[in-house]
């Protein structure tokens, strides 16, 4: 019984409107028809709930917890059509998924910003970049922001902004360092498998750096390591400690004067960071109208 809505409507009418002939104007039927389904209703919970009174209503007290009950369920409905409200105009929360470099230094810039652009609620999930394909794969993220691509099928990449790679330590360097002067600092390096590694390496290599060769003192398993490790380092015998982190990462830290950062002469450290959604939003409106106020935010 509490399934027929438009029962339970009426006998809420009728409360409100302490009457039985007001209730049917208000709801567009005839007073018999409001008669006939109270009594439904009564027959259904097998004692009366409403005394008919010269001057209107009045519940019994049967009928005044039954009124509790569908007070909670009206606003139950309420909530439920607000929601189903919120799918048809596309109102949902938009996860967005973002490498741990990117949901901690570039989205923070623009990020109480994204609400009000997209006029939508916005969840941010930050994670390595694996993890974040992962979930996008499995449609627990909308949108990805990369800085290490998995390639999938079934996923749309898209360039998004470059990101420079720069030399970095505590120690003040000039703004060029010459290839031949990298082996003479002490350095910091991610693990070998590491994508900012792997792009260090390539394009080294193809100006003769060898970064076998370093006078490495610790490797470390993420950016955010190398970067609290540089702060900490001392130095030793008029030697910088160095690492080569994304400029994203160390403004901050560079405008206190706590961090200097320079690049190589001749090598350009570059990556490309990518937006990636499922193609099945391939001619989604929303979806290009969230990735386009992203893009706007682009900076080198």
Known sequence: MLRDFNKIETFLTVVKEKSFSKASKKLGISQPAVTQQMKILEDYLDTKIVDRKKNGIKLTKTGEQFYKVVIKLEKSI?????????????ELVF?????????NYILPDFLMEIQDAIKNDVMIKVNDSE?????????????ALLESPVFQDGIIYREWMDDELVLVSRTALPKTVKADELNSFRWVCREEESHTRQIIKAEFEKFGIDCASFDI????????????????????DGTPTVSII????????????ELFYSRVKGVKLMRKLYLAYSKEKKTDAFMDSVINYIVSKRKV
């Open 246 to 257: 994304s400029k994203h990462m160390i403004e901050d830290r560079v405008e206190k004067g």
């Open 131 to 143: 993890r974040i394909t992962e979930e996008l794969m499995d449609k627990k993220i909308d949108l």
């Open 78 to 90: 309420a909530n439920a059509e607000k929601e189903v409200i919120k799918i048809i105009n596309k």
């Open 217 to 236: 003192r610790s490797i470390v398993t993420s950016s955010t390591a190398v970067k609290q490790t540089i702060l900490k380092s001392s130095i030793i």
């Open 95 to 103: 996860i967005l998924g973002a490498s741990f470099m990117i949901g």
